[in-house]
């Protein structure tokens, strides 16, 4: 069954769901963008092809905002903007919709909002950056120092250490890295505003952190935080207001942990994983997000978003959790825990130092995520960390929540990528074209200008029509493109000599290597907009231990790019992985642009692949699909071995 | 196993067929027998005699430390070339050691390429053993495309003594370093290194810095007498400045060479490295060792082609081997 994912395939239908919220009593807004939106791409652009309107809204243009604003409040309005890369260009689009407004101007004052606008954890985890990282700092800076002066009410950034978490940090990692870049932005800030506005620029810093299911060492971590947080504010940008100094932050609870295997235990995962950020008073989230039972499955439902609502409110309303001061006060066990978070994340936070900060550290940081993920992997497979239902109690009764005839998941309408497609070049085709390239001439001088406040151009473009596509490639060539570091080949390489699998899974490498006359090659993808990298950065990591050569260019590819990339490299198999619901229009496009060339080598897929897409994936020329129920990832290398080998007539098994 | 056939790819290449060139890595990388004797019957095909002179491309060696900046740099001088309407081939040299036997070869994602564009192909391969030596693999890749391709750059990792094997196989070196690495000067300066025939200066984006290594560059060149060597400072972030002058110095370089003596020396030396990978040490003190082999090939006509000069050496290896 097709549904439309109402929230979000477009400004209207995103609109109708937004008041029809606020009209149960609801007092804010919160704007997911789809991933052309915060990757800085118009509906009709190639990269775009299978995202649009799919996590988010598409928001292409001031009509488009306008559009989804229309008939909500905004001078009373909380407005909270998932974005980060194009965050400087959707607030403008905000802005000049409010002083717009039909029912009656708002000014700047009167907004208030959030948008996240960190951008390191983008290079690092979250994979939706669009600039370099020098220039993709200066557009930070100049919103906040914009916001301060005219949008006081806003909240012009969110540091997030969630994603972090999310790309196989440790509790140590996530203090140290998420500290670093609240320094970093910090700092170039501090260039950028009189020195008496630090103390309100600090006060305006917020977290989004995450809580793993290690439910007491993450309570630990978050009074760490906060202790970190406050003597960076005495002692670095001498804040000295108690209030400004305490450590503000949302949560939203570990994802990566949730299986899609007897997908029914994760409700058990998120309640205890609530209790990490609110079991202690002195360092209780502000705000708390939490996921779907089904998260691994694809995404959730109305429903499975209710029951995770429901978990919230037993927690808050039916137990005595919100009674007490502070339990932990006092605790020997606790201010242990503590004491060791504090010294591990200043020894990383040293680490990043020497490295001239976290803008320069960026390699080394993604580098040593890719490595603890790898750590973590390594230890589920093995069944040293144990996770019920996955690697440990397998057996199960059939699941009656995944029974239904949707596969319990919701699917958006893929006739909203068309329709957006022609909307985006109607308005282009409407507009003043004079007044576009007027205001894109002046917002190419200022990116280029070597100190001038981006906003007011911003604010012009947006007021003259231009779309997000073309603020963003006006300011690519300014700023240059830039493809952020994958990590994985700096990742150790891991020699076990006790685990056999893996032992004969490279004796099999050997041999076929051998048979086929030179290494056997692997072309690692990832085709479109998806920044799930976790996935193929281990997939990628693991092939070169086993001995392969290994071809991986990082996230955002074209499928003619994977395909040149895949014949100029003479690569025997290739793997392709896409988590974001695209893979039913790029994975076909990906096997055309292949056949384009002549490439006729065994494709395998892996990443978020509802059982329904499974068939049609086969069809369509794949030779394998895993999901994350497949563990074991030695695996999935040995049936890629054995797929190359019956392709080549090669014989198989170690020898 | 389907093996392509040497002698059809090196028709195609002659051609000027760039879609030839997968294949054709794929052929000199095959290590089996058969794999070999078509690598053989590919080169033949694409001797000088066969050609009618040496080719008429350009081997560009860029080199230089680890994260210098190279691969950024190759992206924008790519895209310069191509604007010129020279076609391009880039052989990056994985340097990442081959403890496990695989490697993660990731250059490629630093270099922008149009996919639709015909006229460049990337390929990554590994490394021989050691820092900066080329497997001769690569070296043979390099002696055949650059038959179809006007550029043919290969990107190595490597400083001080460590370029020998580029060197030998170039027409034209560029040494790339960053700038605040004392590295190159110390070695220009104490004559370790082989002197460069373009040295690059980086990341001019970071100004003083960048300036002063270049002056400091000049200078020690100057210092041990050498006038020739064209010092350019390069930006390869936007905007990307020095690119264009970095080009000309190449193209320059390439018309003061004796192209035939470099060529005939280069494939001595694929010769003898594809030599030593087949019969190792032991096959090359059968032939009395590394200096007799290289006398012997010296002897041979200058137009020989690899598999010519790997029979002057391997009828004797062969009776040892035996
Ligand atoms: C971690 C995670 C993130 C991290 C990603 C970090 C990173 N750099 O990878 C962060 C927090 C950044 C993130 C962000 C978002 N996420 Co997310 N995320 C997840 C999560 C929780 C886990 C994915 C993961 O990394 N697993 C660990 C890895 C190792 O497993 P894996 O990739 O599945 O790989 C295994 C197999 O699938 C297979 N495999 C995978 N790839 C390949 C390739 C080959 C060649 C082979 C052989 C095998 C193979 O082998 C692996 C071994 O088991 C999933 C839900 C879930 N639990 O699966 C959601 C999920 C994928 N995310 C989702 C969404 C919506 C988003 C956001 C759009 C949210 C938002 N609105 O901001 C953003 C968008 C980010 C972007 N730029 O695209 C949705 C996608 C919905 C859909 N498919 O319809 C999911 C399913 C959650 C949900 N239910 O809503 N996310
Ligand atoms: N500031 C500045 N940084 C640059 C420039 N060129 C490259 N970089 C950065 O330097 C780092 C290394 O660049 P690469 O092009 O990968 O260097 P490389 O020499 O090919 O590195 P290896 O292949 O690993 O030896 C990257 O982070 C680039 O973004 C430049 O002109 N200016
Ligand atoms: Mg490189």
Redesign the pocket.
Known sequence: MMRTYAGHSTAEKSNELYRSNLSKGQTGLSI?FD?PT?TGYDADDELARGEVG???VPIAHRGDMAQLLVGIPLDRMNTSM?INATAAWLLALYIVTAESDPAGAVAPEQLSGTIQNDIIKEFL????YAFPPGPSMRLIADTIAYTVEHVPKWNPINICS??LQ??GATPIQEIAYAMSNAIAVLDAVQARVPADRMEAVFGRISFFVNAGVRFIEEHAKLRAMGILWEELGRERYGVTDPKALRLRYGVQVN??G???SQPENNVQRIVLEALAVTLGRDARARAIQL??W???????RPWDQQWSLRIQQVLALETDLLEYPDIFEGSVVMDGLVAEMLEGSRAEMAIVAEHGGAVRAVDYMKASLVDS?RER?RRIESGEQVVVGLNRYQQAEPSPLVGDGDGG?LTVDPAVESQQRDAVRAWRDARDTAAVDAALTELARVARSEDENIMPATLAAARAGVTTGEWSQTLREAFGEFRAPTGVGEAAAQLPSDDNAFLELRDEVEHLSEALGRRLKIL?GKPG????????E??AVRARDAGMDVVYEGIRLTPAQIAASADQEGVHVI???I???SHRELIPAVMDALAQRGIDVPV?????IPDADVEPLKAAGVA?I???K??D?TG?MRD?VRLVADRHGAPTGGG | MTIPDGAMLAARLRDGDRSAAPQTLNLVENRTPEGRRQTAALLRELSPARLGGEAQGHIVGVTGPPGAGKSTLLGELLRTWRGRGLTVAVLAVDPSSRRTGGSLLGDRARIAFDPTDDGVLIRSTAAAGRLGGLAPSTREAAGALVVAFDIVVVETVGVGQSETDIAELADTVAVVIQPGSGDALQFIKSGIMEIPDVLVVTKADLREVALRARRDLAAALRSVGERDTAVISVSSLAPATGIDELADALAAHRTVIDVPARRAASRRGTALAAFGAEYGERGLRAVGGRRAAERRLAEADPQADIPALLDLLSPDAGQETT
């Open positions: 997911a991933l915060q799919k996590v988010g998932t985890a979250r994979g939706t969630y994603h999310e790309a994802s990566l949730l299986t899609e996921p779907a089904n998260e691994a499955l694809g995404l959730p993920h992997l998941i690692v907009l998806d920044g799930h990298s976790n996935g193929a281990q997939i793997g392709l992985s988590l974001s619901g395998v897929v892996g990443g978020i394998g895993y999901t994350p497949d563990f990832i999935i890629i």
